[in-house]
């Protein structure tokens, strides 16, 4: 079985662009939540989705969107991305609520100039 | 709102010693769950163990066992017989019921196991 897989694994953007970030749950996990990771710092929560529905929000301005789609894959977007958002983003996924745990992939390497 | 606090910024250890990593956490509930996370320079999290508040009783996954004191609020990790495979960064989380369900994550323990 597949594991959590997250597109693209690196990308370069400039500031005041946008970004979409992608991610495809293990087969059957009807559960996406979204973190990010800044250098030297454990993950911050942005989002969690379960059955296509937002369950969820971190806080994080509204420059940060998430959705999930019928197949239970997901897409975080960045508008008016600015330098702080430089980070490793995380998407993990469970079958259920994850009270069980997460399983992540292993992550999309943001670099805003 | 939940804090964690993990106060070892760096460890290291001897091949086949054994090492203890410090939690603890801050919160105002009772129903919660406690987990260790690695991820080593692969970037990828892998679940290390999970705790549930409400059981006394410590988690133990193999060689790695926890020591959770729900009074003091601790969540301590033990590694025994230490593998090179174990050298990653350790990050202590809790998860709150509710509200996404969301992790809590500490600010992580590097650990670096000396051949």
């Known amino acids: 079985d597949a594991g959590v897989t997250q597109s693209p694994t690196h990308l370069i953007k400039t500031r005041g662009q946008h970004v979409t970030l992608r991610c495809s749950p293990i087969?059957?996990?009807?559960?996406v939540s979204w973190y990010q990771q800044v250098l030297g710092q454990g993950p911050q929560f942005i989002f969690q989705?379960?059955?296509?529905?937002?369950?969820g929000r971190g806080n994080f301005p509204d420059r940060f969107s998430a959705r999930q789609f019928p197949n239970y894959s997901s897409e975080l977007n960045v508008n008016a991305l600015l330098l702080g958002d430089s980070a490793l983003y995380l998407c993990?996924?469970?079958?259920?609520?994850?009270?069980?745990?997460?399983?992540f992939g292993s992550g999309t390497r943001l670099t805003v100039v | 709102a939940q804090t964690v606090t993990q106060s070892q910024p760096e460890m290291s250890v001897q091949e086949a010693e054994t090492v203890t990593l410090s939690c603890t956490y801050d919160?105002?509930?009772?129903?919660?769950?406690l987990f260790w996370y690695k991820q080593p320079p692969s970037r990828q999290m892998i679940l290390v163990i999970r705790?549930?508040?409400?059981?006394?009783q410590n988690a133990t996954e193999n060689r790695f066992s926890v020591n959770f004191q729900k009074a003091a609020k601790s969540f301590s990790l033990k590694i025994s017989d230490s593998q090179l495979g174990d050298t990653a960064m350790y990050f202590c989380?809790?998860?709150?019921?509710?509200?996404?369900?969301?992790?809590?994550f500490g600010t992580g323990t590097s650990l670096t196991v000396i051949p």
């Open positions: 993990a996924s469970s079958p259920g609520q994850g009270i069980y745990g997460y399983t």
């Open positions: 087969s059957g996990h009807k559960s």
């Open positions: 989705y379960y059955e296509k529905e937002e369950r």
């Open positions: 919160t105002s509930e009772n129903n919660y769950y």
């Open positions: 705790q549930e508040a409400y059981k006394q």
């Open positions: 989380a809790f998860m709150k019921l509710g509200a996404g369900n969301q992790f809590y």
